[in-house]
Every structure is written in structure tokens, then in C-alpha cells.
């Protein structure tokens, strides 16, 4: 069955230098070059970057190794990681995966 939409993510500096990272559609492995190419959005200088699942129906593992890299380069560049939107099997695969979310 094919998702309602494609996957998307798009990523926007607003005025106030925070990136969003909105990922729209089922994350797995047909989203990585996707979710790849939006992290490269993330670079020095950046006051934040808020990562938004709110329009994420089912994330499978493929998410694991975004969130890992993801949250390496917001290290690499000193620049805080809000993650927000998260779905009940959501937690339900990070609690599987015994995957700790950034706090920062």
C-alpha cells in the first residue's frame, strides 16, 4: 500500500536563525536520501534546530541513524536540538530501540 503522500522534509532558517526540519510522511528507508539532504541544511552560526514529527504517521528504525547524525552535527556545531511531535509509536520504537533523545 502506498503512503497517502510522499515523503517529504523540508527545512527553513527563520528570522530568528532557528533551522525547522518538518518530515512529512512515513519514515523508512525510501525517506533516508531525503532526510539526509535536509540535515545538510544545518551548519555553524545556527541559533537552534527544531525537528517537528507532528506530520510523521510511522517512523521505522531508518529514523535511528537520522537522529544519531542528526544530533552529532547539532553537537559538532554547539547548536541545541528541539525535538517535538513525537506519536505514541514513536516512543514505542525509541523505547524498543533503547534510543535516549538529545536533551539540549
Known sequence: MDAPYPFTCTAEVGDDGILALRPRGDID??????LTHAQLA???GLRGVHLDFDAVPFMDTTVLRF???LHARCTAFAVPLRITGLRPQH???LTLAEYRLPTS
Open 91 to 93: 516512543h514505542r520504537l
Open 29 to 34: 528507508i525510501a525517506a533516508r536520501p531525503v
Open 67 to 69: 537522529l544519531s547524525s
Open 42 to 44: 544545518l551548519r555553524p
